[in-house]
């Protein structure tokens, strides 16, 4: 029943999906820089801007000189992963049926699903889960009496705190008789029938699918109401709905200050369930969520499948479980350690390594060889292709950990292969764009940071030669603030920790995971203040992420 309302051509094989992230295409923003009402341009690593970002502290006097300023948000609905959590919290269930749910759209490289109308056939899709759900959740477990001796009165106080729960806020009087209508359309047939009738109709509403704020009408901006703070910090730590604790502060208005905010941030971020955040940050930052896109030859890695798909994702997700909630959780440690935490025998192999090497879950790693992220095997695999493997992994790093825009190759630009191109490697062919101004203009911004990743093959196990021709692992950075050389990984992996426009790149990501949206100059103030935080805590993400819900950007929101 449905209650639904209202690259240079010729040099770079197809052999990889296009490392290129979706997005909803942001309009400009009316935020202007010479707008009086607009903060400064402070920087913040997104690159493309035309204006030289200011120091450090001579952005914080002005921001703090200035008044409240925020971008503009977008509706969003639940992604899959909100919307099994939810469900489960909601209603206590077990398993919860989304494979047959549409793709989540998204923000660089997060799933945040902004503006997008549902559709037909996502409509439908979340119709039947409803039904689904709805037949077959245990009553007695979220009913305040027994199913088997309910009465309306049960029924209603149900409908009261399930609504709650469900649409993240207290019923109005007008959405209360509605559900009451559909109980009594139920009840009719039995007291059971009725409340699931309520449980259907509500997992289809847009009050429940889509994450609804409300913006001001005489106004640039207001803070967040109280259920929609306590909405945004539920779904930022955890990725499902508030607890009881929130929705009791949110009751009693002590979501209001910074420093309740804070507190409520440092309280999740403590908790068990925070585990979900980090996963899915880490995942999506990197790439892994695809995983299962990339295909390899099963004759070459008759290894690579499901099951070490799943593993190798495990093991990024451990490791960043690790660093930030148990370790110093810096950039630095993310991008350099000197250890991982694989748990599966078929990726240790990957490493050369078995079970008995592993102390306290932690395996040791030749840091001549390995350091950090970029060289655990989900990463080295998502990035790779048979002839172009130094290309994708320099998108990587130059998109996600750098946050350069480098936008679509040029149609026009054509590579022809030297004439001896049987007698090399994929590498040298690759390497021979440095000798081509065209394709060099672009290919220096990827190749140049790849080919410190060469040593790797496709699902990541380290080589010093392909067949029978040696490695160059040898790169250079250039366009950011630690342009130079390096030989190698490691290397590779020092650089890029110690750079600044690393560590502003890690907190845009995290803007963007946390809001559902790049920011927008209304929003250098915000960034200026989690940088700031990372700076001062040699780029902790704890402290960044418990820096971002006392900004304007996370606490206020802004007029249609």
């Known amino acids: 029943m449905s209650f639904f309302f209202g690259a240079c051509s010729g040099s770079i094989s197809g052999d990889a999906p296009s490392a290129r992230q979706e997005d909803d295409g942001d309009a400009p ?56 959590n939810t469900v489960r919290d909601l209603l206590k269930a077990s398993t919860v049926p989304t494979s047959s749910f549409l793709p989540d759209t998204k923000e660089g490289p997060f799933d945040t699903n902004t503006s997008v109308p549902a559709t037909e056939l996502a409509i439908e899709k979340y119709e039947q889960a409803a039904a689904t759900l709805a037949s077959s959740t245990n009553l007695d477990a979220i009913l305040p009496c027994k199913a088997a001796s309910g009465n309306d009165a049960c ?41 699931r009738l309520v449980i259907e109709g509500v997992l289809q509403s847009p009050n429940f699918l889509y994450l609804f704020e409300y913006p001001p009408t005489n106004e640039d901006s207001k803070v967040l109401e109280p259920y929609e703070t306590a909405t945004r910090l539920s779904y930022l730590f955890w990725n ?57 030859d099963p004759a070459k890695y008759p290894q690579y499948g499901p099951a070490l798909i799943k593993a190798m994702r495990t093991e990024t997700e451990s490791f960043a479980r690790k660093v930030i909630l148990e370790g110093d959780a810096t950039v630095q440690t993310l991008l350099t350690a000197n ?67 480098l936008g679509a190759p040029p149609e026009a630009v054509s590579f022809e292969l030297p004439p001896n191109a049987d007698q090399l490697s994929a590498q040298e062919i690759l390497r021979e764009h440095q000798n081509n101004v065209a394709c060099n203009a672009c290919h220096r911004l990827m190749e140049n940071i790849g080919f410190g990743l060469e040593n790797f093959d496709l699902v990541g196990t380290y080589r010093t030669k392909v067949g029978n021709l040696g490695i160059d692992a040898s790169g250079e950075l250039v366009e950011t603030d630690v342009d130079g050389k390096f030989s190698g990984p490691r290397e590779l992996a020092d650089k890029l920790a110690q750079s600044e426009q690393v560590k502003s790149c890690v907190a845009v990501q995290w803007f963007r995971y946390a809001l559902g949206r790049s920011p927008t100059d209304a929003d250098a103030c915000s960034v200026a203040a989690i940088n700031k935080a990372a700076r001062e805590s040699g780029g902790n993400i704890r402290d960044m992420l418990v820096s971002l819900v006392a900004t304007d950007a996370f606490r206020l929101i802004h007029a249609e």
């Open 29 to 84: 923003s009316d935020d202007t820089p010479d707008s009086p009402s607009s903060p400064p341009n402070t920087g913040g690593g997104t690159g493309g801007g035309s204006q030289e970002p200011l120091h450090p502290t001579e952005a914080e006097a002005l921001c703090a000189a200035s008044g409240p300023a925020v971008g503009r948000a977008k509706v969003r609905r639940l992604t899959t992963l909100q919307y099994a």
């Open 155 to 195: 029924a209603n106080d149900f409908i009261d705190r399930f609504g709650l729960r469900a649409y993240r806020r207290p019923l109005s009087s007008d959405e209360q008789a509605s559900l009451r209508k559909l109980y009594n359309l139920g009840k009719s047939d039995s007291f059971e029938t009725g409340v």
């Open 240 to 296: 499902t709905m508030p607890d009881d604790e929130l929705f009791t502060a949110a009751k009693d208005g002590k979501l209001s200050s910074k420093e309740q905010l804070v507190a409520q941030a440092e309280r999740l971020l403590s908790n068990d369930r925070a585990k979900a955040t980090l996963d899915a940050f880490h995942t999506q930052w990197m790439g892994i969520d695809k995983l299962e896109q990339i295909e390899k």
């Open 339 to 405: 250890w991982s935490a694989p748990d599966d025998d078929a990726v240790l192999a990957i490493y050369g390594a078995k079970r008995g090497d592993l102390a306290n879950g932690r395996l040791a790693l030749d840091s001549s060889r390995r350091a950090g992220l970029l060289t655990q095997p989900a990463v080295l695999s998502r990035w790779a292709s048979e002839h172009a493997s130094a290309v994708y992994r320099g998108i990587l790093v130059r998109e996600n950990i750098l946050c350069d825009e």
